[in-house]
């Protein structure tokens, strides 16, 4: 699962023209051993957690082939409202497509609008200079079949996550087009040429979106963006304005427990400051959860691979101030997982040596029992339980023996 979520962002980075052999190689290699019989528990642990070892390297990157194309990301607050004119809906993680999309839509009277994972582009000084990219539409992954519908305009897939409609939509699927290396039955698949006319052409003739949702949603918080404001992070730190930091990165998905997030980010104490990155965000980056001293208390990194972001501002945070390991510093990591890339995620933040870290809603099945007792043993790995239970829990100083903060 890991090399899988590792080779998806190794296409995301080819596609901005940036390659590491000694990465294809590793995956090669690892894919050839993997199967062995004669590999012991020991091995199959090395394997794993060099699997994170190469998932940064993967995701750095990723990382610097973004930058280098569009720059930086910046503190953005971006529209989720509607404007009165026909729109094309971009999904997925390819940034390359949504550049392509744009320059073919500029003067065409269509707006464009980013969904899901394509919402941090905004934060990204290049495509601040297209006026049609309007700003975000809907939430995460899998309310898609009912807000496309709401959408009346084309949408355009560049990679996972695609939710096949339930039962034979024509109308629907007619609207559907899907590019790289996503695809769906019954849509029309844009190949590398990237010729968008036909998607262009139909939205021309659509009713514009219904509006869901208005208002503004803050995101561009990588790693550059905090270390620009990383004096006022440290001040707020030392005036005991932030006491504590939760990492709550990861996937959303359709199921019940879910709604556990939701409720954790509302209940945390107003001293905190959620970290996030990926999907995961869905569940509580519209509450309103306010700021501390300007720095809003949901600070959005962008899409599952700048959790890269994160560990970068941890690592930077460790040296500043001047601790002997991350896991020193008050930050908590509550991650949500639900496929690939949140495992390689999370292989790779224990390659960096992170511990106590908190996956959820429940421990992945495929990870067999003895490699499960092996990362609970080396890494305290750990799952979650109830909102006000793990409040309680990760809120304990253990060397004051006491709540870190004294009216929770």
């Not at 939509?169 to 769906?184: C, D, H, K, Q």
């Not at 440290?234 to 996937?251: P, Q, R, S």
Request: glycine letters at 8%; one cysteine or more.
């Amino acid at each position: 699962y890991g090399l899988k979520g590792l080779c998806a962002y190794l296409a995301h980075a080819r596609n901005l023209e940036k390659e590491n052999v000694d990465i294809y190689k590793f995956v090669e290699h690892t894919l050839a051993n993997v199967d062995s019989d004669a590999l012991g528990i020991e091995e199959l642990f090395q394997m794993v957690i060099e699997v994170g070892k190469y998932g940064v390297d993967t995701m750095e990157l990723l990382d610097l082939a973004n930058t280098k194309a569009y720059g930086n990301p910046e503190a953005t607050k971006v529209n989720i409202g509607v404007r009165d004119k026909p729109g094309i809906l971009i999904s997925g993680h390819d940034l390359k497509d949504l550049e392509d999309l744009l320059d073919q839509t500029k003067g065409t009277g269509v707006d464009v609008y980013t969904h899901c994972e394509m919402l941090p582009a905004h934060a990204y000084p290049f495509f601040k200079k297209y006026d049609n990219l309007v700003g975000n539409y809907g939430d995460s992954w899998w309310h898609q079949t009912k807000e496309f519908q709401d959408f009346n305009g084309p949408i355009l897939f560049t990679s996972n996550c695609i939710v096949p409609p339930r039962g034979i939509i024509s109308e629907y699927l007619e609207r559907v087009f899907t590019t790289n290396s996503a695809g769906l039955d019954g849509c029309k698949h844009i190949d590398e040429k990237k010729d968008f006319s036909e998607i262009i052409n139909i939205a021309k003739n659509c009713k514009p979106p219904k509006e869901l949702e208005d208002g503004f949603i803050d995101n561009g918080f990588a790693h550059n963006q905090i270390f620009n404001v990383i004096d006022k992070v440290l001040e707020a730190i030392n005036e005991g304005d932030i006491k504590h930091f939760f990492v709550m990165a990861g996937c959303d998905a359709r199921m019940q427990d879910r709604k556990y997030y939701t409720e954790f980010a509302q209940k945390l104490p107003k001293d905190t400051v959620i970290l996030t990155a990926g999907c995961a965000k869905f569940r509580y980056n519209k509450l309103n959860l306010g700021d501390i001293n300007g720095i809003p208390r949901v600070l959005d990194a962008g899409q599952c691979n700048d959790s890269y972001s994160l560990a970068v501002v941890a690592l930077k945070l460790k040296e500043i101030l001047g601790k002997n390991s991350v896991n020193e510093l008050p930050i908590t990591f509550n991650i949500a997982w639900y496929e690939q890339k949140a495992v390689l995620v999370l292989l790779s933040l224990l390659y960096l040596g992170f511990k106590n870290i908190h996956i959820g809603p429940t421990i992945p099945a495929f990870l067999s029992p003895n490699i499960l007792k092996v990362l609970i043993e080396k890494f305290q790995l750990g799952t979650i339980t109830t909102a006000n239970e793990d409040l309680e829990k990760f809120l304990w100083d253990i060397e004051d023996k006491s709540y870190y903060r004294h009216d929770y």
